[in-house]
């Protein structure tokens, strides 16, 4: 029984180690799983002691191929393709709101287009797409802008 222990646990690390280099983690759940069942029959034929001892020690060993492998496949030309290796960071320039928008805050337009709810706007000569809370508003509405969120203008119809 040691034997078919032994091999269990072999080939689950084997699938772990696959795992690095197989989309979709079936290989991983197997691997899972094959390390599970040498725990049991541990744990059945050789007591609590010698199943925990597997149990961890196997677990440890799979935690550590994985930690290992995805250090090594860093290293590698198929990783530098999977990894991200390059920080977009406020101090290389890099920001996700575009702060141009805020110069329409609060500002009051006309809609040039239909807006249903986005299409264009015409504030002071310039045109912008803008976007209104599910409203549909005809050409030609007075609009004002009640904010700026995810880098969309969102406008409302101006109450007079």
Known sequence: MAILIIVLIVLALILVAAEMFVIGGVLGVFGALLL???????????????????LFASGGLAIAIVVIGFRILRGT????????????????????ADNALDKYRGRTGVSVSELRPSGLADFDGERITVNTLGE?????????????????VVVQQKIT
């Open 36 to 54: 599970l069942a040498a725990a049991g029959l541990s744990f059945y034929y050789y007591g609590t002691t010698v199943g925990l001892l597997v």
């Open 77 to 96: 030309s198929a990783g530098r393709r999977l990894f991200l290796a390059d920080a977009t960071s406020k101090g290389e320039g890099f920001e996700s």
């Open 136 to 152: 549909f508003l005809e050409t030609g509405t007075p609009i004002e802008v009640i904010d700026i969120r995810y880098n969309q």
